[in-house]
């Protein structure tokens, strides 16, 4: 669509180029502290206050070199993609099927489900039940204790439940009519409507699950095998405190002061994959448009 | 139809749920227990929380448990957590009442006494005698030991790792030497009249030094002396010269529990720093800086050499801290207490946090234990009380054992870690000593913390060696650290609260730290004017949030321990 | 206009929506879809709310649920009469109110700036750059944000040449860390926080906008006639989902920023049962505060899909 330039329309865009290029500034200096530091000389960075904008004296990779002869992150790795995947199929079901549900407005189940539902927001009986539970099920030290009981949560369902909302209902009284059932309705005929919310969701749970080391540091206490790259991450981080440099020995040893380097050199490994993906899924919020102005 | 199944369903798991929930509950005694089939390999299940876990991916692949595993025909089973989350997995364990057969207690908050009365741990005193001559041979050895470790009613119920030397101080008070040498001429001149400062009034001359030398570099960011955020020290050491105590301490003559911000004296530290802040010469930011442990200030202040006087570590000592090709040369010493000579502090007794305590941890026997299990536990544990087991939990494994060990032979480490010369000394390999030089983690080939009592033959450093380990800086700063004693260091195992005690003393001990904790930096800093009446103010309202209670609950524990 | 994007009418209507007997045969296939879900919600959520009763209880965990000691009300009644009861339930509620009143208005507007973004390549750049901070873990931002506050900092410098404060540690006098705080948060979840509405306005159809266009709407009058009603049902929705959060205020965040100095209005619930409830070994206690949390939040939440549903027209259930 051709825009006509009227001189408040000029003024406009400049003002918003012009804050977005600053605030992506701001946004920007976090990670770029973190890159920087994570290739600094270990020695200067622990003297170093404010800002990093460039690695301080030479730059190194000792930090990553450091972190990535830990074995544990290979594992972790595959492991949190295996738990990203499968909690993501799950979730994205879930959600579709309850958002659905609670969006008809003449399911009578429709209220008191989306009550029933509600009400896990709230209030939850705590680690030692959840424990419990899972144990009972037999899922402890399991792939499935992190695949299933994290996976579909309220949120996502009522963030569907609004997308399915604002759908016209066009579409499903012609399908029926067509005689299509409930399952092709949803999944054929609605789901590809709301591609960028689906996009959304997924987003989130990706992000979300990526960081869970909290399940994985409940549920499998006896299989480090099986633990996320988050778990291991945590634990290379809480694990280099510059506190062990108690003495001279210690004070001389070069691991100990590029200890220091790691949380920064952990944080990049871990955050530049999500970085890297998120364009992909961009590409969804901009088929949205153009699928959700087939019939208008 | 479905309303009917799913109201099944949620029974059912309610019922699974619920049935899981209940614990046996009551004391168990396990009375005779049956004779030990040798032949049978066992698996032992063990809580304990991890070290480094550089060269293999569990504990089971450890050389020491690998060993242990084939010599009692068993298998040690590892529960370790997550680092961080070692706390949650204790209590979680507990609270499932899933049980390991054997369990660290480091991080369990509630006394044994409970712990035994709800039928969690075994009591071992009916054991010891057949199943554990060498931990009891220790325990009779050592009379503090067994005060310790029994409790009044004679119940035993931890196997401990022991620490029965005198352990070297990490860290301490220290100053920048170079910066007074600089802004002197060389002629450093105490008030005192010593060479290294003793009292309040030596830092009253040395803080200006301070202030002025960063004041001529211009660096923004600087700080003669940086405290901890709270304002004082949890361990003692700076408000020692003032003449108060730990923040939970004894009086001299240790008898009587205190709490160091409820003492007199404790308002002439306050006063005094908040006369230091107002010169600038404290950190101005030092509330603030709450993620700093209180042992490790700021470090872009401390290695960019912008602090004068901080709480440091052994491995910051003389110069190396410093960095020549950046034009950065210090010169890091010890520092002792300093003595509030005005209102006539003499010696400050609580100077140091150096342990007490003989006792680095307990491990507990769960009373779920399987009976037939528990000879083959107990003679497994005592092992590691014999010299060779104690040895092997400290240095490693000896050559015979080495030898069909991977890990030592993927290292080329076959002639083991340790072995005797011909006086029948210990003797360290060379791997192991310069095993910081290396980057290597002795732990890793050690059974360190894993279980057993550290022996003093192991503390003793070794024949073939010089003691490196201590340099003379180091020496020094160990010996200037621990000038005034720890006479009024609370010993840990007194703290051991019966059931009463501590919950006494937890209903009340966050809201008063909470309280003591906004109070003092806000005195500090000012915000809070510190005189007669605020000081009575807020005695006034840590009497009224149950201070009391705090103190008698730790004093009649206290008392019981000085009983036994 | 807006009449297309509204709620969903009924479908066809074949019989009166009446008995429930009527409504399971109409629906089915529904009800049969709806199984697997109420179940994973009674295994996973309900099934361990038998937790809960520690609330009531002076809880050991070696005693277990049934055999700790009940203590009825205690816990809530140590919780209202703790001292500093009214200054922590302020300053969660302020906190967290000021995050919505900001920081929920905020994003919406983040979203409507990005989509008049039509040189794509910035808009991309843009949307995955205003992110980033949202992935850089907390402990780094607060760290940042001690070190920009501090005495001599970037942004007490700032504020000192401008003649707006005094110079200080910003985080040690309590005045300000409300301010820090929104701030902060806007600095890290802005970019992410609008990705929801991004998602909705594009899901807007784009031949409404031409229409209106044609008609001579300017480009106000369309952001105001057709992309807001557009994303109406999800700002909702949104916002209801938020009023029942309204008592939750982050932990992790609060935690490394605060510091005793300033507990006067950073404390909040989630970091006082924390020292309490955790690190104080009170379990009970802390339960029962957290229990506490969550019924002031169900209220919230009913009360904010009450009102929607009375003068927005439109509700979450």
Sequence with gaps: MVEKLTPSRVIFNILNYAFMILFSFACVIPIWHVLMASLSNPRMLMANSGIIFKPLGDITLDGYRMVMSNKSIITGYGNTILYVVATTVIMVLGSLVGG???????????????????????????????????????????????????????????????????????????????????????????????????????MFNVIMQWNNWFNASIYLPKRRDLWPLALFMREILINNDTSKIATQQDAENASNMTANLVKYCVTIIGTLPLLCAYPFAQKYFVAGVQMGGIKG | ???????????????????????????????????????????????????????????????????????????????????????????????????????????????????????????????????????????????????????????????????????TQWGGMVYRRDILETMTGGNVAFPSGNAEPTTVEDWDYMLPLYKQYFEATGMPDTACLILPAVGYMATGELQAGWGVGPAIGLTTDGKTVTFAPAEDSFYNYLSKMHEWYEAGYIYQDFASRTNDMFYLPNTALTYGGAAGI????????????????????????????????????????????????????????????????????????????????????????????????????????????????????????????????????????TGQRLMGGLDETCHDWPANQERTYLDDAEDNADAVWKTYGNARVLPGAAGQMNPEESEKFNAVYTTVNDYVNTMVPKFIIGTERLNEDSWKAYLDQLNALGLQDLLEARQSAYDRYLAR | MAVKTAARQEPVKLAKPGSWKRNFQRYKALYFLAIPLVLYFLIFNYAPMFGLLMAFEDFKPARGFFGSTWVGFKNFIDFFTAPNFLEILRNTFVISALGLAVGFPLSIVFALLINEIYVKWFKKSVQTISYMPYFVSTIVLCGLVIEFCSTNGLITNALVSLGLVERQNLLQNPKYFWAINLISDQWQGLGYGSIVFIAAITNVSGELHEAAAIDGANRLQRVWHITLPGIKPMVVSMLILKCGMLMTVGFDKILNLYNTAIYSTADVISTYVYRVGLNGGRYGYGAAVGLFNSVVNLILLLASNAISKKYAEQSLF
Aim: with cysteine.
């Design chain 1, 100 to 202: 659905f549900l609670l969006s008809h407005k003449d399911f009578k189940l429709s209220l008191p489900l989306a009550l029933f539902i509600m009400v896990t927001m709230m209030f939850s009986g705590g680690l030692i039940p959840g424990y419990m539970v899972i144990q009972s099920l037999g899922m402890l030290n399991t792939p499935w204790a992190i695949i299933i009981p994290g996976s579909i949560n309220a949120f996502y369902i009522m963030m569907m439940k609004s997308a399915f909302d604002q759908l016209p209902a066009a579409y499903e009284e012609s399908a029926t009519i067509d005689g299509a059932g409930p399952l092709t309705i949803l999944f054929v005929i609605l789901t590809p409507l709301l591609k960028a919310t689906v996009a959304v969701i997924i």
């Design chain 2, 1 to 167: 139809m479905s309303k009917r199944v799913l109201a099944l369903i949620l029974a059912l798991t309610l019922l699974t749920a619920l049935l899981a929930g209940c614990g046996k509950g009551g004391n168990s005694d396990l009375g005779e227990l049956p004779e030990d089939d040798e032949s049978q390999t066992i698996t032992i299940s063990y809580w304990m929380y991890p070290d480094d876990y550089r060269y293999y991916n569990s504990l089971t692949d450890n050389p020491v448990v690998k060993v242990l595993d084939q010599m009692f025909n068993v298998k040690l089973e590892f529960q370790t957590p997550a680092k961080g989350s070692e706390a949650d997995n204790f209590q979680l364990m507990l609270g499932t009442q899933d049980y390991t057969d054997i369990m660290n207690m480091t991080y369990c908050t509630e006394s044994f006494g409970t712990l035994y009365e709800d039928g969690v741990i075994l009591d071992l005193a009916p054991y010891i005698d057949e199943y554990m001559p060498n931990y009891k041979a220790l325990l009779d050895s050592n009379p503090d030991l067994k005060r310790a470790v029994y409790d009044d009613d004679g119940h035993l119920f931890s196997l401990v790792n022991v620490d029965d030397v005198d352990r």
């Design chain 2, 310 to 445: 901080w709480f440091g570590l052994l491995g910051q000592l003389s110069d190396r801290m410093s960095l020549p090709e950046y034009g950065l040369n210090m010169d890091v010493r010890p520092l002792a207490a300093p003595l509030d000579t005005a209102n006539g502090v003499t010696a400050a007794e609580a100077s140091s946090y150096v342990s007490v305590d003989i006792v680095a941890a307990h491990r507990c026997i769960a009373a779920s234990v399987d009976p037939a299990k528990l000879p083959r536990i107990l003679k497994l544990m005592d092992y590691l009380y014999t010299q060779e087991g104690a040895l092997m939990m400290n240095r490693g494994l000896n050559a015979e054992q080495a030898a069909n060990d991977d890990l030592y032979k993927e290292m080329g480490y076959t002639d083991g870690a340790y072995w005797f010369d011909e006086n029948g000394n210990i003797c360290v390999a060379d791997w192991y000593q310069n095993a910081a030089e290396l980057g290597l983690e002795p732990m890793s080939f």
